[in-house]
């Protein structure tokens, strides 16, 4: 199936919404195209910055940043955005409705080696009555997100997207510079036999975590009764794509290799997005002990440990945390 759908025009969806979306992927169009263009547009390699997390900088990181944050912040129709590369919140139009949470390009260390990197979004509402645009505004549960995506820079371009009814993936066709509807609605298999973590932290991990993946590599010696196979991209936007593809599980879960960061993965522009298009494809986002969405964040730029994917995997990871 392929069908033009300007972004995305849908029946029961707000245009002002649409019209948001719209806008942003005009930013992720460019940066696609870039990122085709790669070594040729000079894109790659660091800077000599660090972001507020400590991490340096890619330039395409910065350029992303800079394109999605000026498109939509001269929307008008956004109060305010909070990105991974920026250190606070910034005000955009006093009347805008939106507040807007991204990470501008996921997967960072994937750009030199050409390989998969991906643009995450989050999308809510200024509370009601709520004027100016302060960090407080952001600090609303996963589950007053109004829409969340994902645009996947691959072999081709991709956006996954939901606002709130099921999950529909485009594909962007560079001949008309349109994402064309190609998957009406995404699922995740409840059951699965691929999971995806890093395991070099294995030794880090909580005792949970390592009985659930050591039952997961004994394999049919196991109790698990069934061999697993391991994917791991370092960028969550591909293993979540491919989650969403064909089932699997994705966590990066707590760890003390650092006391001061026991998790990695940001809940307002990470976590948060992809767990609300997890749930919508049927599947489970957990942090182990609670439902993802369902956090009160504190600050912008939180971090929080993920366990997400095939239903009934990600149950049965969580009854190890019990
Ligand atoms: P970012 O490039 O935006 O900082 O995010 C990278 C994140 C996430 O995408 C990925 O799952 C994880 O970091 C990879 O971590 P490791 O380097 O530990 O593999
Ligand atoms: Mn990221
Ligand atoms: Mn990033």
Same mark, same amino acid.
């Given at each position: 199936?392929?069908? @033009?759908?300007?972004?995305?025009?849908?029946?029961?969806?707000?245009?002002?919404? /649409?019209?948001?979306?719209?806008?942003?992927?005009?930013? &992720?169009?460019?940066?696609?195209?870039?990122?085709? +263009? %790669?070594? =040729?547009?000079?894109?790659?390699?660091?800077?000599?910055?660090?972001?507020?997390?400590?991490?340096?900088?890619?330039?395409?990181?910065? /350029?992303?940043?800079?394109?999605?944050?000026?498109? *939509?912040?001269?929307?008008?129709?956004?109060?305010?955005?909070?990105?991974?590369?920026?250190?606070? /919140?910034?005000?955009?139009?006093?009347?805008?409705?939106?507040?807007? &949470? #991204?990470?501008? =390009?996921?997967?960072?260390?994937? /750009?030199?080696?050409?390989? =998969?990197?991906?643009?995450? #979004?989050?999308?809510?509402?200024?509370?009601?009555?709520?004027? %100016?645009?302060?960090?407080?505004? #952001?600090? !609303?549960?996963?589950?007053? !997100?109004?829409?969340?995506?994902?645009?996947?820079?691959?072999?081709?371009?991709?956006?996954?997207?939901?606002?709130?009814?099921?999950?529909?993936?485009?594909?962007?066709?560079?001949?008309?510079?349109? #994402?064309?509807?190609? !998957?009406?609605?995404?699922?995740?298999?409840?059951?699965?036999?691929? @999971?995806?973590?890093?395991?070099?932290?294995?030794?880090?991990?909580?005792?949970?975590?390592?009985?659930?993946?050591?039952? =997961?590599?004994?394999?049919?010696?196991?109790?698990?009764? $069934?061999?697993?196979?391991?994917?791991?991209?370092?960028?969550?936007?591909?293993?979540?794509?491919?989650?969403? &593809?064909?089932?699997?599980?994705?966590?990066?879960?707590?760890?003390? $290799?650092?006391?001061? $960061?026991?998790?990695? *993965?940001?809940?307002?522009?990470?976590?948060?997005?992809?767990?609300?298009?997890?749930? +919508?494809?049927?599947?489970?986002?957990?942090? %182990?002990?609670?439902?993802?969405?369902?956090?009160?964040? +504190?600050?912008?730029? !939180?971090?929080?440990?993920?366990?997400? %994917?095939?239903?009934?995997?990600?149950?049965? &990871?969580?009854?190890?945390?019990?």
């Amino acid at each position: 199936m392929q069908r @033009f759908v300007p972004v995305l025009r849908q029946d029961n969806v707000d245009p002002q919404l /649409i019209s948001l979306i719209n806008t942003l992927m005009a930013a &992720c169009k460019e940066i696609s195209f870039r990122l085709h +263009q %790669g070594e =040729l547009a000079g894109i790659l390699g660091s800077t000599l910055d660090e972001n507020i997390q400590g991490e340096t900088q890619k330039k395409l990181d910065i /350029i992303s940043n800079q394109l999605i944050k000026d498109i *939509l912040l001269e929307s008008g129709q956004v109060r305010a955005i909070a990105s991974e590369e920026e250190d606070t /919140i910034v005000a955009g139009s006093e009347n805008g409705r939106y507040l807007v &949470c #991204f990470d501008p =390009l996921d997967g960072s260390s994937n /750009i030199d080696i050409n390989s =998969l990197v991906g643009t995450i #979004f989050s999308i809510m509402e200024v509370p009601e009555g709520q004027t %100016g645009a302060t960090e407080e505004m #952001f600090l !609303q549960p996963g589950t007053a !997100q109004v829409a969340a995506g994902y645009v996947l820079y691959g072999a081709s371009t991709q956006l996954a997207l939901t606002t709130g009814d099921g999950v529909r993936l485009f594909t962007l066709d560079n001949t008309i510079g349109e #994402f064309l509807l190609t !998957q009406e609605r995404m699922s995740i298999t409840q059951e699965t036999a691929e @999971f995806a973590i890093n395991m070099s932290n294995q030794r880090f991990w909580e005792p949970a975590m390592q009985d659930y993946i050591a039952d =997961l590599l004994a394999g049919e010696t196991g109790s698990r009764d $069934k061999n697993f196979n391991m994917r791991w991209i370092a960028a969550m936007v591909g293993d979540v794509h491919r989650v969403l &593809c064909r089932g699997g599980i994705f966590t990066y879960p707590t760890d003390n $290799k650092n006391p001061n $960061k026991p998790y990695k *993965l940001r809940l307002m522009y990470e976590a948060n997005p992809m767990s609300f298009l997890v749930e +919508q494809a049927g599947g489970v986002s957990s942090t %182990g002990y609670e439902r993802i969405m369902e956090i009160n964040p +504190q600050e912008i730029h !939180q971090r929080v440990a993920v366990i997400l %994917g095939s239903k009934n995997e990600v149950n049965t &990871c969580l009854s190890y945390h019990k």
